[in-house]
C-alpha cells in the first residue's frame, strides 16, 4: 500500500497543535496548550490568537522532528477551517495555506466538529472504530452534539446545547464551589467520594435531543448562596457530596438524551468523543449501558479526544484518498455546520 503522508494542523480554540500521520496511523501528535488562560478563568480569544501565533512553528516542527519526516515527503496538509473562535482559526488556516503553497501540494479543509468524530477511525491497535450508522456524541468545554454519522462524510446534527456546553457546565459549577479552571477533571476527583443523591438538582426540560445547561448552573448558584447564608463551611465541609450530585445531574442529563437518540434511530452503536469523555462517571454509565441495554460504545484514547490534530489529519486522510481539496481563496469560518 502506499504511504501517504499528512500533516495536520488545529488551532480552534486554545490549544495550537500539529501531527503527522501516515495513512490511519498518527506518526506525532503535538499540542502545545496555552497555560495563560488558566488566571483568566476561561479562553480569553486575543491572547488565544497571540499564542497560536508563537506556538505554531516550533508545534509544526516538533511534529515533523518526532515523525521523523521530511516536509518534502508530506502528501498533504490539512487544517481547522472551523467552527472555533476567528482570530485562532486566521493563524492555522493562513499557516496552512502558505505552508502547502510552498511546497505546491494538496490543501484539505476539514470541519472541527466531523474531526472530534472521525477521530475514533485513527488507528489504534486491534481496537475497531464503529460501524455506520453510529450515534457520536461530542462532549466538551465548546461543544455538545449528538450526531447521527451514516458514513464518513454524511452526518446529521440530531440535538445540540441552546447555550452552555457541558464542559462549561462542570466548569462554572467548580467555579462557584471556589474550584481552579478547568474544574471539570476536580469535580470528577471529588465525586469519587460522595454520595450522588445527597443533593438534589432540577433537570432542564428541552424537548428533543437539545440540550441546555444554563439554568443547572443557577439553581446551584442559588443553592450555594442558600446554603453558606446557614453555614459559611458549607462547601467546605461538603465538597464531595455536592460534587457527586453535580456530576450525577449532568450524567443524567447526557444520558436521558442518548438514550431517547437510540430509541428514536434504533441505532445502538455509540462513539463518544471530546474533553468530557475522560469523565470516570460517564465511562462507567456507557459501560453499563453495554450490559444492560446491549450498547456498543466507543471512546478514543483521552489524547484524541480533547482539542488536537491528530484527528484533524485523520479527516484529512479520508479526504485525500477522495481528491477533495480545497484551493488558496479558502477562508476560515467561525460557524461552521457539519
Ligand atoms: O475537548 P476539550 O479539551 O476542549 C474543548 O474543546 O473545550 O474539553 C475541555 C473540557 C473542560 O470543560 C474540562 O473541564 C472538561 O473537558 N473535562 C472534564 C474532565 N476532563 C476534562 N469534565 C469532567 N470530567 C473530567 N474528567
Ligand atoms: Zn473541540
Redesign the pocket.
Known sequence: DKKNYILAIESS?DDTSAAVLCNTKVLSNVVATQEIHRQYGGVVPELASRAHQQNIVPVVHQALAKANIDKKQLSAIAFTRGPGLMGSLLVGTSFAKSLALGLNIPLIEVNHMEAHILAHFIEDGDKTPPKFPFLGMTI????TQIVKVCDHFDMEILGETLDD?V??A??KSAKLMGLPY????L??KYSKLGNPNAFEFPKPKVDGLNFSFSGLKTSILYFLQRETQKNPAFVEENINDICASVQYTILEILMDKLTLAVEQTGIQEIAIG???A???GIRARLKEAEEKMGWKTYIPKFEY???NAAMIGIVGYLKFLKGDFTNQSVAAKARYAI
Open positions: 480554540c466538551s468545554g465548546g461543544h456546553a464542559g462549561e462542570f466548569d478547568p474544574g471539570g477533571p469535580v470528577d471530546g474533553g468530557v475522560a469523565n470516570s479526544c480533547t482539542d
